[in-house]
């Protein structure tokens, strides 16, 4: 009986200290405390504030200019911005990589030969030689035209009707797609052509490929970009045709025989030297653990790279400035990079992950912007569905300048990509790309193009977000 009741006892005693313990237990600590979010409002404030970013953005494209791999401009503002990140007191290393150095030369071509021209006449024709592509003979080439809207019509004419001639991919870039905000997926589709038109073209015997520009410039300018090569097919010369030209092209060729002589003298010139600007704002608890801030710090070499993406190097550097004046210490590190060689190559992104291969999990988030300048709706990201709510308390600070919505994505930055291939939760401002692709690697691409109001808000996405992410609670799910 006592024994009975003993055991009855201690059944009770065990209840009431489960009850206990439960109704102990805490709801788990909050990701962002109370003072991170206060703090994270003084930051937006401060940002929105702030004209340092669009200063930045000014001297590395009016005084500086295009920064494209390889170049004496490439090297000057790497040397810029580590100078500027010095003297914010940061920790800056220079990471040396070896970078592609391709060198565009000449471009020029013109129609020869037309249904109803004027005897003895041209036309000329406005083009940008892609990045990488080899040269034509010295002396050029001229060469019947036959005009494609896509792959599958390529494949259809065959061998017979493509051998010996320069192949005019038209494919539109979509605007009623960028008209809507889609500039993005709108250059999605119609950047296969630049990437795999030479390739595709020269299985068929072809001598050269030019595409319509994959943007939507309406000022016939062409927009240059990268274009790959298949080491089992031969190399054929490859530009991008402005989409005026490449209508007229079209409206020619539906008539008769069109004829064109194109000459491009481009180089590709051994690796040169090139760095990643790497700028370390040491965290006061947790200094092993960074967030990254970033963009790309090289540009094509046509335009001055402001939106691509000078102002997102700027945006990125500004994040350290504001904390550094309103006296404000992350406990995690923040990690400023201005990658090298986005645009031909990717080596600045690549080979950082690589050099970090021991220490991902070191990396506790990772934030790039560019695709632009322009009003942020808020935050894309990358990584387990659940950051998205994870990060919610610091998207309520971004409502307030209208940047609060999120999406998942698989990837938010070329730069980053490999990390977020590693898991590294990644983070990129969401913007509305109506007109971005309007001047993405032509000629326009110029500091003009920079509204120095929506570069507040897109700087006070950057460092609000990453202070919040740097000061968190615990990890973001990963
Ligand atoms: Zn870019």
Redesign the pocket.
Known sequence: MISTMRTLLNTVAAISMIVATLSAQQPPAPLFSQKTIDEARQIHAAALRSDKAYEWTAFLTNNIGPRFSGTPQAARAEQYVAEEMRKLGLDVELQKLKVPHWVRGEEKAELTSWPGMAAGTVQKLVLKTLGGSIATPPEGLEAEVVVVENFAELEKLGRERIAGKVVVFNYRYDRRLSDAGFGLEAYGQAVQYRGGGAIAAARYGAVASLVRSAGGSQNRLAHTGGMRYDPAVAKIPGAALSHEDADMIAHLAKQGTVRLRLKLTPQTLPDADGHNVIADLRGSELPDEVVIVSG?LDSWDVGTGAL??AGGVAVSMQVAYILKQLGLRPKRTIRFIAYAN??NGLVGGREYAARESTRIEKHFAAMES?LGVSHPVGVLYAGRPEVGAAIDPILQILRAQGSGLTRREGGVG?DIGPLTQRGVPSFAPWFNTRKYFDYHHTEADTFDKIDPDEMKKLGALMAVLAYALANANGPLPR
């Open positions: 790309h691509d993406d986005e645009e560019d070329a």
